[in-house]
């Protein structure tokens, strides 16, 4: 996965074409991933002890991992690699070269 949880990054297509949020879940089998306040769907939930009262909660909905896109310098960018010469492999944004961290 090129994308890690706590990252900011854009939505390129779809519905919510656009949006900016945080990374909250990454699930790499799926590849899918959840996006702080985008796509937001209502849950109808059952009274239980936790919450006697019940009702409607609104939370966010998966979105696929190819309609998301990394924000690096407050523009979105795709993501390569680099072989450094001690051997390791580190992610840089390919409209800047810099070095991705997290």
């Given at each position: 996965m090129h994308l890690k949880?706590?990252?900011?990054?854009k939505v390129i297509s779809g519905n919510h074409k656009g949006k900016e949020?945080?990374?909250l879940y990454v699930h790499p089998q799926k590849e899918?991933?959840?996006i702080e306040g985008v796509n937001l769907i209502k849950r109808h939930t059952k009274p239980t002890q936790d919450n006697p009262q019940?009702?409607?909660?609104?939370r966010e909905g998966?979105?696929?991992i190819s309609n998301v896109m990394l924000i690096h310098s407050g523009k979105p960018?795709?993501?390569g690699y680099k072989?450094?010469?001690d051997g390791s492999k580190v992610r840089i944004a390919i409209k800047t070269g810099d070095e991705?961290?997290?």
């Open positions: 949880t706590g990252m900011n990054v949020g945080k990374l899918r991933v959840i019940g009702g409607i909660v609104e998966s979105i696929h960018t795709r993501i072989k450094l010469d991705i961290s997290l």
